[in-house]
């Protein structure tokens, strides 16, 4: 049980277009699910928090019109990187709390290359 | 002083050690504490979590959690080469009937490697 996934897995894009990544709790209701940046040999980066039916809460620095995100169900959250640059290339990774409890599980990761 | 502190290595152990990672907190609100193993290119994977001081035992892993020091551990028994990843510890408050912070602040990883 517990299971994140995360469309694409991979995606190679030309600057200055936008890319959609889907995050789906499969068998669980998610009320908040968080979004996060990894580069090589880092530790992760909470890029924003994503409830349910409401506006995403974007930690500092992070740009809200770059980085849509919209979590339009109780299993489903998606971040949208809007003209993208080579800058934004990175590996996004979202997780998601189930509803009523603490763990959280990660999905496992969309990898972007921005060309 | 972050919040969360936890030596990134690399730890190197022969196969078969036992292996002790750690982490320390400054927040004495933190009352959830998970364990993550994170292999190279993919998500974080939660392998234990636990409430308050205690230990937790599940199959080679040990998850020790000592609020009075504000100190956790994570204990690999028989380590395996496939053990090899990065570990990271995430610590939050539990949500609280008026909807408080449970946002888990994460450890920078600790990068475990077994050789044979």
């Known amino acids: 049980g517990a299971v994140v996934s995360q469309h694409p897995s991979r995606v190679i894009c030309k600057s200055g277009t936008s890319v959609k990544i889907e995050c789906r709790s499969l068998d669980f209701q998610a009320t908040t699910m968080f979004w996060y940046r990894q580069f090589p040999k880092q530790s992760l980066m909470l890029m924003a928090t994503s409830n349910e039916g409401s506006k995403a809460t974007y930690e500092q620095g992070v740009e809200k019109d770059k980085f849509l995100i919209n979590h339009a169900s109780l299993t489903l959250s998606t971040l949208t990187v809007t003209s993208a640059h080579p800058e934004d290339s990175s590996f996004y990774i979202c997780?998601?709390?189930?509803?009523?409890?603490?763990?959280?599980?990660f999905g496992p990761g969309t990898r972007l290359t921005v060309t | 002083q972050k919040e969360v502190e936890q030596d990134p290595g690399p730890l190197s152990v022969p196969e078969g050690a036992i292996v002790s990672l750690n982490c320390t907190y400054s927040n004495s609100a933190f009352q959830y504490f998970m364990w993550y193993r994170q292999y190279s290119r993919k998500g974080p994977e939660l392998l234990m979590y636990?409430?308050?001081?205690g230990n937790k035992e599940d199959g080679r892993f040990t998850a020790q959690v000592d609020k009075s020091s504000k100190y956790i551990s994570l204990f690999i028994r028989d380590s395996q080469p496939s053990d090899s990843a990065t570990y990271l510890c995430a610590m939050s408050a539990i949500r609280s009937a008026s909807g408080g912070s449970y946002i888990p602040t994460f450890g920078r990883g600790t990068s475990l490697i077994v050789h044979p």
């Open positions: 997780s998601a709390i189930p509803t009523g409890r603490n763990e959280q599980y």
């Open positions: 636990t409430y308050s001081s």
